[in-house]
């Protein structure tokens, strides 16, 4: 869960795209409050799927440049991927990820330990690492729960 409202993070993105030189249009905002209003990491198509209604004119095409855009200001997180459709993450604060394999959801958590995690010596010595992130990965509850149902 992000600890920022809706409203505060708007505002901080109405302040970043001026300072950026960003045209604030409304399809640019239908965008991006689209994604700080979901929380399942949503992929470009669910994205598009969640404006179209509002902006039957637009393209999916202009969504996945958008979100791009986003990912490369920094109003949007790149979820590590595994060769599948990229997933975008609002949520710009330090957390980790469950990955369900059967169903691909993604949750959210938060875990202090994980956080002080070290990098290892080789990549310390050799590389640049800029952020350090653990995925868990498993059947979630729900896809649990669907296989013992008779
Ligand atoms: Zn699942
Ligand atoms: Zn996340």
Known sequence: MMSKTS????????IQCKA????ITPQRTAI???LIG?????????IYNRVK????DMSIDTVYRTLCLFAEIGFVRL???????KRYDPDMECHHHFRCMRCGRILD??????DALEVPQQFK????VSSIKVVLEGVCEQCLQKSVEP
């Open 7 to 14: 409203k505060e993070l708007l505002e901080q993105f109405r």
């Open 79 to 85: 979820v590590e991927g595994y060769g599948e459709a």
């Open 109 to 114: 958590f938060k875990e202090p330990r994980f």
């Open 125 to 128: 010595q050799t590389c640049a």
């Open 38 to 46: 979901s929380e399942d990491h949503p992929r470009t198509e669910d």
């Open 32 to 34: 991006y409050e689209a």
């Open 53 to 56: 209604a509002a902006f039957p």
């Open 20 to 23: 950026r030189g960003l045209s």
